[in-house]
T-cell receptor, first 112, second 112 residues
């Protein structure tokens, strides 16, 4: 299957700091999705991106669809303790495709 | 409330036994999916179904079986042929266009 390289693998930050993480692929993707997963729970969809260059926000979260269509970025501003969790990127090679390829996740720890 | 339910949350089975995991959705979504998640890894697709009475193998279908007799339900059977069945299993569904997938809370299967 497709490899999505997500970095960093883990982050330890102070409450209030901003966070950046990214996801890269050797293939061109049609759609990028960002999910957050709490321990023992299913992933929750945060942001969906459909066009190269698209920048979309959801509260303190902002994600961008890279112009090469091979990467995507997620930023979290002014982190709070409940931001703790694992963030996954996921991509679809084409619209309507069934196989969603996932990155290996970024584990975020926020220190109060 | 609309959503995806999975049961049970935790499941223990002896080696060599088949076990069936339940997934139900009331979102009126056409497509449903089963993923497997191992510690420190992303999600991998086991099976998916776009319509009732039809399903396709994903990347790691060996040792698993599914059925889709109703739109709302997509049970997964982990058979004794699955060599390493202990994992966290996630069910998802998506609507028209199949781009955004929404996940259930997951079932943690432990084979003793």
């Amino acid at each position: 299957g497709q490899q999505l390289n997500q970095s960093p693998q883990s982050m330890f930050i102070q409450e209030g700091e901003d966070v950046s993480m990214n996801c890269t692929s050797s293939s061109i993707f049609n759609t990028w999705l960002w999910y957050k997963q709490d321990p023992g729970e299913g992933p929750v969809l945060l942001i969906a991106l459909y066009k190269a260059g698209e920048l979309t926000s959801n509260g303190r979260l902002t994600a961008q669809f890279g112009i090469t269509r091979k990467d995507s970025f997620l930023n979290i501003s002014a982190s709070i303790p409940s931001d703790v969790g694992i963030y996954f990127c996921a991509g679809l090679l084409r619209a309507g495709a069934n196989n969603l390829f996932f990155g290996t996740g970024t584990r975020l720890t926020v220190i109060p | 409330d609309g959503g995806i339910t999975q049961s049970p949350k935790y499941l223990f089975r002896k080696e060599g036994q088949n076990v069936t995991l339940s997934c139900e959705q009331n979102l009126n979504h056409d497509a449903m999916y089963w993923y497997r998640q191992d510690p420190g890894q992303g999600l991998r697709l086991i099976y998916y179904s776009q319509i009732v009475n039809d399903f396709q193998k994903g990347d790691i279908a060996e040792g698993y079986s599914v059925s889709r007799e109703k739109k709302e339900s997509f049970p997964l059977t982990v058979t004794s042929a699955q060599k390493n069945p202990t994992a966290f299993y996630l069910c998802a569904s998506s609507g028209v266009g199949y781009n955004e997938q929404f996940f259930g809370p997951g079932t943690r299967l432990t084979v003793l």
